[in-house]
């Protein structure tokens, strides 16, 4: 993908400026980088990382990237005492490119100014969308054994707090407890939804007061060690209220029947279409309808090293291919009573997908 991106746009080089913060950088280069490097990939298959000298051992031995070089080696120590250490960085990033023949340069949109004024006076530069993006969307066998890691801590979390929450009803307390959990499981899982009461109609509302007749229990941790999510969402039913059962059972139907539908091939739109078609049969409003309350957001995205990323399962005509991770979460939000969610992490595959985060779809706590 990468050098066709380049062929595409007549270029003949790619990179990237970041720390493995960015989920792009540490996808490209295999290993966590605390300070931001410099990544570079050519047309002519060249692929190299400029670190720290304090690095360059651990970036030998960890990174993915063949060809590993030291800021010590480029002569940056010696610009900085004159430029400053900006300009001393852009200058060695310049004479790098330079010495590989560099014309033409793409840029990810969040490559840094200072280094894109300054290169621009040397090279034509064009900013395009990050290619790792896409090539994340496709998961490897590995990252698919990571994924399952968090949504096995996702599944244990959630039954973890049925039992707490027959004891505590303060969410505060009970998302300390939750995410304190996660973490003794070695994951990280931070602005957890546990959200009761009419707010629970906010879809990203994180929840506060005291748990009442249902509560959006919505967990995204990572595995700590990896950096991989798992995306996973059951509403609980504390004390039946049939309007919100109601609700719950609609979204219960429409998840259930677009996993039915997804395997390699079908456009993400058809999985969105099948939830709304669900959704609308039991008289519901939805985006597709562009609703302002029922179901007013997409049916899915990408899970991985973000917890939204490629793809996006909405109007897309993209297709879906074997190894791509993603959510389905219908849910139905009234300001007056609150909202109900149910959500899914499905791994898709030639001929059908596998749902990763398998429980109970209809959650209801007995004293």
């Known amino acids: ?39 570079a990939v050519g047309e002519d298959g060249t692929e190299m990382l400029v670190v720290h000298e304090m690095e360059r051992r651990r970036a030998e031995r960890e990174s993915r990237v063949k060809e590993i070089v030291s800021l010590s080696d480029v002569g940056f120590y010696e610009k900085v005492k004159e ?57 490897k066998s590995w990252e698919i054994k990571e994924i399952k890691k968090a949504s096995e801590i996702a599944l244990n979390a959630l039954k973890f707090f049925l039992e707490i929450v027959k004891r505590k009803r303060e969410i505060e307390e009970l998302r300390k407890r939750v995410e304190l959990f996660v973490y003794e499981k070695g994951g990280l899982a931070e602005d957890t939804i546990i959200s009761s009461g009419r707010r629970s109609a906010d879809p990203h509302f994180v929840g506060e007061g005291i748990v009442e007749k249902h509560v959006i229990f919505d967990i995204f941790p990572k595995v700590r060690a990896s950096g991989y999510h798992s995306d996973f969402t059951r509403t609980v039913i504390i ?8 609700m719950l059972r609609a979204c219960i139907e429409a998840k259930n029947e677009a996993i039915k539908i997804i395997r390699e091939g079908i456009e993400a739109k058809e ?97």
Do not use: W
């Open 83 to 139: 430029l400053g250490v900006e300009k001393a960085l852009a200058e060695t990033y310049a004479e790098i490119l330079k010495e590989h023949r560099a014309r033409k340069i793409l840029v990810p949109k969040e490559f840094p100014s200072f280094l894109y004024k300054h290169l621009s006076e040397h090279f034509e530069i064009e900013i395009v969308s990050n290619p790792f993006s896409k090539l994340r969307s496709v998961k």
């Open 1 to 39: 993908m990468i050098y066709e991106l380049l062929k595409r746009h007549e270029a003949n080089f790619f990179i990237m400026y970041a720390s493995s913060k960015d989920p792009n950088f540490y996808y490209a280069v295999g290993m966590k980088l605390p300070d931001p490097a410099f990544y």
């Open 239 to 246: 004390e039946r209220d049939e309007e919100i059962v109601e």
């Open 271 to 367: 999985v969105h279409d099948k939830v709304c078609d669900v959704l609308e049969d039991y008289g519901y409003k939805t985006i597709r309808q562009k609703a302002k309350e029922g179901f007013i957001h997409s049916t899915g995205h990408g899970v991985g090293l973000e917890v939204h990323e490629e793809p996006k399962i909405f109007n897309s005509e993209d297709k879906l291919r074997s190894g791509m991770v993603f959510t389905v979460e219908p849910g139905l939000y009234y300001e007056r009573i609150g909202g109900v969610r149910v959500e899914d992490l499905v791994l898709v595959k030639k001929n059908g997908c596998e749902v990763l985060t398998r429980f109970d779809d209809y959650v209801e706590v007995v004293p």
